[in-house]
């Protein structure tokens, strides 16, 4: 089955702990992005890869890394989380042209506390 | 910048009610258009697309025409189900000149359908 794969599904931590949430996905895509979606806001982009060892920062990037070592990963990274990355954040891929839908994961929710 | 703009909710409906969630957008070129679906503990799904002008993409009952003369692309459904109750994004997607090229979300509409 076409999917993409986010863990964990909810994680609860403490400001500055280094955290970790894995995507992955089975589509041969191109394309990967990472997506917080906070009420009121929508989905703000945070960082999206064209290809592999090819990632740009979106609108909202501070305090977040990710790394594309390949293809089917996109792992995103808080070095040092804060309270105010509480959020609900997706991994999506698409095909890698621009009128390609984005396929998303099911979601992580983060509380850092 | 490009920006989407779509109605705030929550958008409260009866079963077979006539829906439409009206969503707007600006850009400097020439977008393709989306409209996603999130149900509840999922991630968003896609609904249905349009890539040029005069476009219409469908799926599930639901309709939306890419109108380019008033960038627009609202999402409408001729009779509503309890089963449609859930939050609903517009979204384009344009090349950048850089070759690069980016999705942009509206805020969501939450709808609700009663039976």
């Known amino acids: 089955e076409a999917q993409v794969t986010q863990n964990p599904r909810y994680l609860i931590t403490v400001t500055g702990k280094k955290l970790t949430v894995t995507c992955s996905q089975n589509?041969?895509?191109?394309?990967m992005s990472w997506y917080r979606q906070d009420p009121g806001l929508g989905l703000r982009q945070i960082y999206y890869s064209m290809n592999v060892e090819a990632t740009d920062k979106g609108d909202v990037p501070e305090g977040y890394k990710v790394s594309r070592k390949e293809k089917r990963n996109f792992p995103l990274i808080l070095e040092s989380p804060s309270p105010n990355q509480t959020s609900l954040y997706f991994c999506a891929s698409s095909l890698g042209y621009y009128n390609s839908p984005l396929h998303f994961g099911n979601g992580t929710r983060l509380t850092v506390t | 910048g490009d920006s989407v703009t779509q109605m705030e909710g929550p958008v409260t409906l009866s079963e077979e009610a006539f829906l439409t969630i009206n969503c707007t957008y600006t850009?400097?070129?020439?977008?393709?258009l989306f409209w996603y679906v999130q149900y509840p503990g999922e991630g968003l799904q896609l609904l249905l697309k349009a890539t040029k002008a005069d476009d219409k993409g469908s799926n599930k009952g639901f309709e939306a025409t890419y109108r380019k003369e008033t960038t627009s692309f609202h999402l409408e459904k001729g009779s509503v189900q309890v089963s449609d109750s859930a939050v609903y994004f517009c979204?384009?997607?344009?090349?950048?000149?850089?070759?690069?090229?980016?999705?942009?979300f509206g805020t969501g509409t939450r709808l609700k359908v009663l039976a």
């Open positions: 589509m041969n895509h191109e394309y």
């Open positions: 850009a400097t070129g020439y977008p393709s």
């Open positions: 979204a384009l997607s344009e090349r950048a000149t850089s070759g690069t090229y980016k999705y942009i």
